[in-house]
């Protein structure tokens, strides 16, 4: 099916080539980065995860969101998402390349993630993370392969998928779980010493993926004669609806939690974040910015006649996506070292060739999508006619 991603239209071959310019701006300055070191991003002593890992972060739970598609369509027969699940398990394929790169990036020495495999510690989160995501990427690479192919057939898949797609389940939970842990571990840490990190994790996850999908669903509608159909879009209208909801709870547990205790620990990164710190407050309009736009998109979600409309939708799930990737995928890391443990402030923000880097991270996440979803809409454009064999 590979022979179908090489052929498309001018504006098909357009994207490629514009995505694979970027890819090579930020090769040239990962080149940089080998040469010279991490000294070239904006990391310090004290703020040793940045931007690399603040995105690995967030689109971890990206790849975990395929998970409500497939608990719907194959354990509740809900088969409306018929249409769109190979969507979702694309997706995660491409999030959970992006994540692996973004950890590869963040390595001083790349080579050291062999140590992984050839001295594989259990006792370690890390070791667990990188198994996880391994896995979680193998299944989905298999299942949704699998299927396609099946459907391009018109046959029903094999037998042998089904019990990967059920393992498959608890594996997404547990891909955002770990990641989760890997915070919520380090007691030094007071704004991720938290027992709802996880949940938290699993929330955002589950509204920023889902916001993806649909915005992504509306474009290959628009753009291919595959329309994944009204239905499982207002589908996953709701599931956005429902876990922005638990998204913004969970985070006013952790305010109320912070400023009720009168832990200078707890309240002290929040002040950071919302409002500065010592003079210091780089990420406030960023984070202000996130907290608007989650008010304004949970407006328009509970409401099921501007959801309904697919324009607002999308406009909605935009807003969904960019406040939870400034939230997770930027204050949540950044406001875990600010004040450091000796009640310091040491500010943190990309500098050129970190960011060039992390844009080529995430073309490179798009070009695979693309190219899996030119694969899939073609084979969906030809067997449109066929009823549902999963």
Request: hydrophobic share 55%.
């Amino acid at each position: 099916m590979l022979e179908k991603a090489l052929t498309g239209s001018k504006k098909y071959w357009v994207w490629i080539f514009f995505l694979l310019a970027i890819i090579g701006i930020g090769v040239i300055n990962y080149l940089r980065q080998f040469s010279y070191g991490l000294g070239i991003t904006g990391m310090s002593r004290d703020v040793s995860w940045g931007f690399y890992i603040s995105q690995f972060t967030f689109l971890v739970g990206v790849a975990a969101s395929a998970v409500m598609l497939v608990i719907p369509y194959y354990l509740h027969d809900f088969k409306k998402f018929g249409k769109i699940v190979i969507l979702g398990e694309f997706l995660a394929v491409a999030s959970v390349s992006m994540c692996m790169l973004f950890i590869f990036v963040d390595m001083g020495q790349p080579m050291r993630i062999m140590n992984v495999i050839l001295h594989p510690t259990p006792n370690s989160i890390l070791f667990w993370d990188a198994t996880v995501l391994n896995g979680y990427l193998f299944l989905n690479i298999i299942i949704g392969w699998t299927t396609l192919g099946a459907d391009r057939k018109g046959v029903p898949p094999p037998a042998w998928v089904k019990p990967l797609i059920y393992l498959s389940i608890p594996w997404a939970v547990s891909i955002h779980t770990v990641t989760a842990f890997l915070y919520a571990g380090l007691p030094g840490r007071h704004f991720w010493l938290s027992a709802v990190m996880a949940a938290r994790f699993l929330a955002s996850a589950f509204a920023s993926g889902p916001s993806l999908l649909i915005i992504l669903c509306l474009i290959v509608r628009k753009v291919s004669k595959f329309d994944p159909g009204k239905e499982p879009i207002q589908a996953l209208g709701k599931i956005v609806t429902y876990a922005m909801f638990a998204n913004v709870f969970l985070l006013g547990l952790e305010f109320f939690t912070a400023f009720y205790s009168n832990i200078p620990g707890h309240m002290h990164p929040f002040h950071y974040l919302y409002a500065g710190l010592e003079g210091h407050g780089k990420l406030v309009p960023l984070m202000w910015a996130s907290s608007i736009l989650a008010v304004v998109a949970l407006i328009l979600l509970i409401n099921p006649n501007m959801r309904k409309n697919e324009n607002i939708l999308a406009f909605t799930c935009a807003s969904v996506f960019i406040s939870l990737w400034i939230d997770k995928g930027f204050g949540l890391v950044i406001g875990g070292f600010v004040p450091n443990p000796f009640e310091g402030v040491t500010e943190y923000w990309p500098t050129l060739p970190e960011a060039l880097i992390s844009l080529a991270v995430w073309c490179i996440g798009f070009l695979i999508l693309t190219i899996l979803y030119k694969i899939a809409v073609t084979v969906r454009e030809e067997t449109s006619s066929w009823p549902e064999l999963h």
